[in-house]
């Protein structure tokens, strides 16, 4: 079945250490995005990519990398976390037609605990 | 810039009543508007979206939501509610050309017997 897979399911890390958070797509969308998810606060853009390539900055990018070498992979990169980042990590896709972006598909999600 | 609102951060109803999920939107121009749904655990799935058009929306699982202009609202609604509907609701918001889309905060559903 055609999808988002994110890896891995759940992390406890320790602060300071570095963390790579994998997302891949087989629907060959054009755009991607990272949220993470607070309580309280709902979903919230961290980076996005339009196509491989090109990515850019979304509500809270600080603290966070993403890079998009092909179409189908899209991974989050936290150089060096801190507790703070403790949420639970969406990865997403869309399709782009005519310059409408489409429903975004949303992948399992990753928890990561930050100590 | 866009914004969502939905103001009911939790909404308890009995089964088989009928169900009523408020957004609204902040938006200049003619939004694209999503509603989605979140099970415990689980990712994000679309229920229904509106890009144009008809202004009453049909979705998955027997909702429906109404585009109202002049009120800048996209209510889901539901004529009777099942125990498996219990979850987290999301009302999001983008634009023709714009990647990236707003969220509401969600509002999450309880269903009793």
């Known amino acids: 079945i055609a999808g988002i897979t994110q890896a891995p399911t759940s992390q406890i890390l320790a602060a300071g250490r570095r963390m790579t958070l994998r997302c891949t797509q087989d629907?060959?969308?054009?755009?991607m995005y990272w949220y993470r998810q607070d309580l309280g606060l709902g979903l919230r853009l961290i980076h996005y990519s339009n196509t491989a390539g090109t990515t850019g900055k979304g509500e809270v990018p600080d603290g966070y990398s993403v890079s998009r070498a092909n179409t189908d992979d899209f991974p989050l990169t936290l150089a060096s976390a801190v507790p703070s980042q403790t949420s639970v990590y969406f990865c997403?896709?869309?399709?782009?037609?005519?310059?409408?972006?489409?429903?975004?598909?949303f992948g399992p999600g990753t928890r990561l605990t930050v100590l | 810039a866009q914004s969502v609102t939905q103001p009911d951060i939790h909404i308890t109803v009995s089964e088989g009543a009928s169900l009523e999920l408020r957004c609204n939107y902040s938006?200049?121009?003619?939004?694209?508007l999503f509603w989605y749904v979140q099970s415990p655990g689980q990712g994000l799935q679309l229920l229904l979206k509106y890009f144009s058009g008809d202004t009453l929306v049909q979705g998955i699982k027997g909702f429906e939501a109404e585009f109202k202009r002049s009120q800048s609202s996209f209510n889901l609604r539901k004529p009777s509610v099942h125990w498996s509907d219990a979850a987290e609701y999301f009302c999001?918001?983008?634009?023709?050309?714009?990647?990236?889309?707003?969220f509401g905060i969600g509002t999450k559903l309880q269903v009793i017997p």
């Open positions: 938006y200049g121009a003619t939004p694209y």
């Open positions: 629907m060959r969308h054009n755009a």
């Open positions: 997403a896709s869309s399709d782009e037609v005519g310059g409408t972006y489409n429903e975004q598909f």
């Open positions: 999001a918001v983008g634009a023709r050309g714009y990647q990236k889309v707003t």
